[in-house]
């Protein structure tokens, strides 16, 4: 049975129980009810997984009705942990947790109920049934006659065993990757691979990747397949021939894969934008080798000191990349646009392009300014492009998408591969049009593929509901941010709200607050509409060489084409809704993994620089003292209350969002710890 069609009867199985709360059922009686004689891989995938409990012979039962419950543990510095299941959260006191460790889907028995004084109900793991990672990475110590395995993530228990029949080559603190022994009494890896003789920057970088599931080696018969593929240039019979059009790419100056590049054409009643995507189908075709790792992957992930690709350099920064000069197979979306802006229609083709230049944005933004770009021929198009992506904002603003700015930091490092200089990532004209004309691309796509009823997965983002709204108008009140009109009705408000902060010293915490009241967007197989960008339609199309989601787009693209009709079954998964949670995750871990990194590089510059002094903001206000965000830094550290006992700062008498200046009084990469100590406030912290 397919891995789909499996994960289509788990899910008929479970809805057959919650039907009939308390049933005790054989396979047999399952089998009937169902209409479905092959279903006993799935019953006991259901078991495995903790959804299902053996009752008394033959016969099972939902856990939840035997006092177990399946959940999610966060395991706390202290070693407690929290269980979040569909019925609420479970407290379990480190002697309770055995051998569960941070992110591990366990099954969890009720030992106390939550009532009048028991805020959240208390319970006992009784066992482990879907690990969070398959290995972990940490340094060596010698323990005796043998070996254990502390963890570089510090929210897993130091000390883990190590089995090894091999200990040539052994010594302590060395970084390894081992590989977690299934779920058992205890924890206990085998070793994989050495990450680095020590815990240097790069060491860090390697480890965090490694710990989110990530790693830049790919299988030797993907690598195989993918340099075959980028050898053979596909057919471009039936294509549409741009390269007769002003064809030009926009990226970072450090940036080695294009898949995106723009061209655009005065017309008597307006404007025609090319957005020309690279056709990474034509490389990659649904079921092989490559495809499955790209879809293992998710997507690409961007780390300071490097990029883990998505798919082989072979294809991403080559056969598929749009380098300048060169035919290059794409799909084209030509957009029509009267004078004024307004999309009077578009079409989407297979294409065949040559860009003109690469530019990167500082240059782009240059011939935008009238400054020259220093691509003389690419100015008059810029010149173009900044004009038509006006009036897409003025668009873009009448819907009420919402413009929450970028805060994102770019590190650079100094000769010994430590990092020695932060800045923030640009967010100016140039970006906002490469954005602009991406999402006009990505809306058209969506809406394409919505009306052709196409196997897809799209990008949603639901609106906020009523607590949530509640507790921003709380967070807004408690910065001394003023809501317009008092009320928050709609995108429009939360826009209008981040514009008039946006000089305040608390706006990173106000654009924050913002963020954590949105629902998070994700994929999903129903076109249910992004709230952020105020669009009923919307897909992630235009970046196929980093993105899966993308790249299946693509593909059912092709095969519509090749065949007139995309059906279920045969090179599709009908699963699209699995499809789609299993494409959130895999971002969801990238971007954990790239957060975690730059917080590690910030601690590491901090490591370096014992009283420093640095600018900052109030982010929290605790009891026991007050959290900074730091200006120029991406990190947050404790000025503890203890530090500042018979200082001339009173920290109870500082606010959320005040300005202080700061000094490092300690960093704990290893903890991941930064100790604060305020100097300066309010006025003075300037």
Known sequence: MALTEHRSTRNRILSLFRSEPGARLTPGEMAHRLGDDDIGDAIQELVALGWL????????????????????????????????????????????IGAAIDGDVVVVKMVRGGGRHISVPEGSVMSVVERRRSGVSGVLRRAGEGWMLDPVDPALPRGIRVRTERLEGLREGKVVWGILDPPGNRLSVRLSGALGDSL??????????????????????????????????????????????????????????????????????????????????????????????????????????????????????????????????????????????????????????????RLNYEEALLGMRGAGSGHSAADPLLADMAELSSLLDRERESRGALDLGSYEFEVRFGADGWPEEFTRASDDESHRMIENFMVEANRAVAGFCGASSLPVVYRVHGEPDRDSAQRLRADLEALGIRIPRGRITGSRDLSRILESARSSPAFTLAREAVLRSLKKAVYSESDSGHFGLGLSNYMHFTSPIRRYPDLVVHQVLSFLEATGAVLSGGPWDADVAGLAEDCSDTEQAAEDAERECMEMMALLYLYRRPGGEFKGIVSGVEDYGVFVRLADLPIDGLAPARLHNGSCIRLESLSLGESVTVEVHSVDPELRQLTLKVRRAGKDAG
Do not use: Q
């Not at 009705?65 to 070693?79: E, P, W, Y």
């Open 200 to 357: 240097t920057p790069s060491v860090y970088v390697d480890a965090i990747c490694r710990d989110h599931g990530f790693s830049d080696t790919f299988p030797p018969d993907v690598l195989v397949e993918a340099s075959r593929a980028a050898l053979n240039l596909p057919s471009a019979a039936g294509r549409r021939d741009f390269r007769g059009l002003p064809v030009i790419t926009i990226d970072p100056v450090d940036a080695r894969d294009f898949d995106d590049a723009v061209s655009l054409s005065r017309e008597a009643d307006g404007w025609l934008l090319g957005v020309h995507i690279a056709d990474v189908a034509a490389y990659v075709p649904r079921g092989s080798a490559v495809d499955i790792e790209a879809a293992a992957r998710g997507t690409s992930v961007y780390l300071p000191d490097r990029v883990i690709p998505m798919l082989p350099e072979s294809l991403s920064n080559g056969a598929c990349s749009l380098a300048p000069g060169e035919d290059r197979l794409a799909r084209s979306v030509m957009l029509r646009y009267d004078r004024n802006g307004r999309r009077l229609g578009y079409e989407i083709v297979p294409s065949i392009i040559r860009s003109a230049a």
């Open 53 to 96: 409990c053996r009752v008394g012979k033959g016969r099972f039962a939902a856990c939840e009705t035997m006092g177990l419950h399946r959940g999610r543990i966060r395991v706390r510095a202290n070693g407690s942990g929290t269980v979040s299941t569909e019925g609420g959260r479970i407290f379990v006191s480190r002697e309770r």
